[in-house]
């Protein structure tokens, strides 16, 4: 919630919203829609992440591997990806999960199903791609920013490992094997 307004996603038949409403009274305020769908059995409809929103952007990944950012006081459309598609990723068995890391002038998502790019970043106000790190498959967490030996990194674990990866370059700095409950 940011200032007195809620954003979620959700999926309404045959479209994937980004929504946002009214907090105090559930008033929706604009939905931004999209022809898409995901369903799994077990993992029911997607979408199955949320929104970041910061200074007046909403960054949404979508449950098939699309990535917007909007408006946050209209909803309209700044940019997009098809970040699965783009990278030629295949999904994951309960759709994408994870929800955008904000890291200065960048967005970072997850992949897919398929051996790396594990972990993305795009420039925030363009959407230009600007690196790509990793080989493991993403799992559905998403990926965070953490300190480690004074310095920013972001993290992210993986089907089989936990990365650690440079902002500025998405470098593996250090891949850490282990297997994640998926």
């Known amino acids: 919630m940011v200032g007195g307004r809620a954003y ?5 038949g ?4 980004v929504s946002c409403y ?3 009274t559930g008033r929706l305020l604009w939905a931004h829609r999209r022809p898409a769908r995901f369903f799994q059995w077990q993992a ?3 979408p199955h992440s949320t929104p970041t929103v910061d200074h007046g952007q909403v960054f949404a990944y979508g449950a098939t591997g699309i990535l917007d950012c909007l408006d946050a006081a ?4 700044v940019w997009s990806r098809a970040v699965l598609a783009e990278n030629n ?11 955008p890391l904000l890291v200065g002038d960048l967005v970072v998502v997850t992949g897919g199903n398929s051996a790396g790019p594990t972990v993305l970043a795009y420039t925030r106000a363009t959407g230009e791609p600007r690196w790509q790190g990793g080989t493991d498959r993403a799992s ?3 990926p965070i920013l953490g300190t480690l030996a004074g310095r920013p990194r972001i993290l992210s674990f993986n089907a089989a490992t936990l990365t650690v990866h440079d902002p500025a370059t998405g470098e593996v700095q250090l891949s850490q094997i282990g297997r994640a409950h998926v």
Not at 14 to 17: A, K
Not at 74 to 77: D, E, V, Y
Not at 89 to 99: F, P, R
């Open 140 to 142: 559905y967490s998403s």
């Open 22 to 24: 009214e907090a105090l």
């Open 44 to 46: 029911g409809e997607g």
């Open 8 to 12: 979620t996603q959700e999926q309404r």
């Open 89 to 99: 990723l295949d999904n994951l068995e309960w759709g994408v999960s994870a929800s």
């Open 74 to 77: 209209t909803g309209a459309l």
């Open 14 to 17: 045959q479209e994937e919203w």
